[in-house]
């Protein structure tokens, strides 16, 4: 990997997801390829849903960073197949959503107390580490998530949704 491709790596770590403003876009797993094209810096990035809003705030970021670091020819490119999934979500950024209060994506299918139950998912609760937990609605803050509730803490909380 060259040396300028390195460097728009180490650029694209520092731009933070609108929305959850503790996750860069690479915690997300959204920047799919970065290319560079005589002096062009192509990044190609795939929305977590589509239509995500939060999509043209990071373009934009996207785009200041590379021009406050000396890149001025910058081409923006979105993907929507395959769609993005939760498993694009690198560990580190999903230690730092449940830090930040939201509980990270699960798989779909989870064990409780033994039992398969594959239509469910255990939710546990980042503030307590508790699984008994409740989903109040599908939706939370945003549509990528659900607002869920412990049973044990009472605390409300954001479920990043698995996709």
Known sequence: MSKAKEDIWQLLQTVAD???????????????????????????????????????MIAMNIRLALIENGFNKIKITSVLSP?????????????????????PPNPKQQFCNDKLFADAEGVQCPQCNSYHTIRISEFGSTACKALYQCSDCKEPFDYFKCH
């Open 18 to 56: 609108p929305e959850v403003p503790v996750l860069t876009i690479l915690d997300l797993g959204i920047v799919r390829d970065v290319k560079i094209n005589d002096e062009t810096v192509e990044i190609t990035i795939t929305p977590t849903y589509t239509g995500c809003p939060a999509m043209d």
């Open 83 to 103: 769609a993005w999934t939760t498993d694009w979500m690198s560990e580190e950024g999903k230690q730092k959503l449940k830090a930040y209060g939201i509980a």
